[in-house]
């Protein structure tokens, strides 16, 4: 071996040292560990996750906000902004869709609830109102209403995205109006705030493997490995579909754009095992919108289509809520009729776009379509009190990645994508620099617009 080679020990030293990802590895190891030997010492290190949980959401508001309005008075076309949001809507009905239709497909051909024989009336129904705070989902219109912020000061100190959303959308169509001669502070003024949310983004970022070792060790202390052997035909349904969903994106990604979507899981290597050790899709928002964009992806497309769609487009959360019907309804004996099914959906299509931000909010779905159905007692969905922390990790890397296929395959249906930087970003060619020392992660949005205009490219 040559001198100058480093020896074995010091190439993992530095690399343990230089890699959040290998940071993050180990503490997702070291969490299990902990957990699993001792239980007490796992639950009292669960604020480590939690505080870490805080201090991204922290961010994500003034985040949001910043890139959505730069994004619009770059791009300097609001009707654009709108195509793209009509887009995503498109995109994110037909991806859930599919994925209530696969998770029932799946629970009838494989029955995860069969032979169960559960009594509903020994199960604990006021535990499922414990998890949820006695809340409910809230109705279409209570959503829609929701989404409109009441004041513009509470859209931020509640983090309220969707709501952040529409003002930002009101500020940079306000700064397209009167022009950068009336306002010519204000634009540069929301970049640079820009800049150092996401200075402060790298910053939150280094506590992450002490975030993934506190979430992980509590998960383990406080349910055990044993829950995995009591619900592995459901756990194991969940996966499966789960890796066929993704499957089917990776092909949609493929047909709609030419990426490849394992190269970008390898890209986002750090932000998914952070999210999965954290079980929040939330905690890696900021750092994918970063990566997004320095992929090719145009700033107002990634401004809108992720925040959206992490309300609009829970696919995995989709995926679980239709298997999980199906199995307490196996569970405890019921046999739904193909018209129950298609309730089932057509109530899921509508209760998983309230979900996100609602405490216990896979329960009150899964409540409220028991009780459409009329068939299922509502107290069987205390069956999946103790299965349900471990179906998060499947819910976030499903939601997460559907999210991003989302900002990949709208802004190339609206021709805000730079193909060839996003395949020289995939391919490794261009490295991610987190927190660079000019506000260039990713190419000018203003530029780019000219050699991918819809109008110049044959449409496919």
């Known amino acids: 071996m040559s001198p100058s080679v480093p020896s074995l020990p010091r190439r993992a030293a530095r690399l343990l040292r230089t890699s959040l990802f290998t940071q993050v590895a180990c503490a997702l190891v070291l969490g299990i560990v902990v957990g699993r030997l001792w239980p007490d010492l796992g639950t009292a290190v669960q604020p480590l996750g939690d505080g870490f949980v805080r201090l991204i959401k922290a961010v994500i508001a003034p985040l949001v906000f910043c890139v959505v309005v730069t994004g619009i008075a770059k791009a300097g076309n609001l009707r654009a902004f709108g195509r793209i949001g009509l887009k995503a809507l498109i995109w994110f009905e037909v991806a859930t869709t599919f994925a209530l239709l ?55 100190a509640e983090n309220s995205i969707l709501q952040v959303l529409v003002l930002a959308c009101l500020v940079g169509a306000a700064l397209l109006h009167l022009g950068h001669t009336k306002v010519p502070a204000i634009l540069p003024a929301i970049e640079q705030v820009q800049e150092i949310v996401f200075a402060i983004v790298g910053f939150v970022m280094k506590l992450a493997p002490l ?19 009591t619900y592995g035909k459901l756990i194991g ?53 970063q990566k997004l964009r320095h992929a090719g992806c145009r700033d107002d497309a990634v401004g809108l289509v992720v925040p959206t769609g992490y309300s609009f487009n829970l696919d995995g959360a989709s995926i679980y809520l239709s298997i999980a019907t199906l199995f307490i309804a196996q569970a405890v004996g019921v046999d739904l009729t193909l018209g129950q099914q298609v309730t089932v959906v057509l109530m899921l299509m509508l209760t998983s ?52 296929v989302a900002a990949f395959a709208v802004s190339r249906w609206e021709g805000a994508l730079d193909l060839g930087q996003a395949k020289k970003v995939l391919n490794g060619e261009a490295a991610f620099v987190p927190n660079p020392d000019h506000p260039t992660t990713s190419p000018e949005p203003a530029a780019r617009p000219e050699s991918v205009r819809p109008a110049e490219e044959p449409q496919h």
């Open 211 to 229: 975030a993934v070792f506190g979430a992980t060790a509590h998960l383990v202390g406080q349910y055990g490995l044993g829950v995995m052997s």
């Open 237 to 289: 349904v969940c996966y499966a579909v789960a890796a066929l969903f993704l499957l089917l994106l990776a092909v949609a990604l493929k047909a709609f754009t030419g990426l490849s979507l394992w190269k970008f899981v390898r890209y986002t290597r750090e932000e998914l095992l952070l999210a999965l050790g954290t079980a929040s899709s939330e905690t890696v928002m900021p750092r994918m919108m």
């Open 102 to 156: 696969i998770g029932l497909v799946a629970g009838n051909l494989v029955q995860p609830g069969a032979g169960m024989n559960v009594d509903p009336a020994q199960l604990d129904a006021g535990a499922v109102d414990a998890k949820t705070g006695g809340g409910s989902l809230p109705s279409t219109s209570d959503f829609l209403l929701h989404a409109l912020p009441e004041s513009a000061v509470g859209a931020f």
């Open 353 to 404: 776009k309230g979900m996100a931000g609602v405490p216990g909010s896979a329960f009150l779905a899964l409540s409220a379509t028991a009780s459409a159905l009329g068939v299922i007692p509502a107290g069987a969905v205390a069956l999946l009190l103790g299965v349900d922390r471990i179906m998060d990790s499947m819910r976030v890397a499903t939601n997460l990645l559907g999210n991003c």
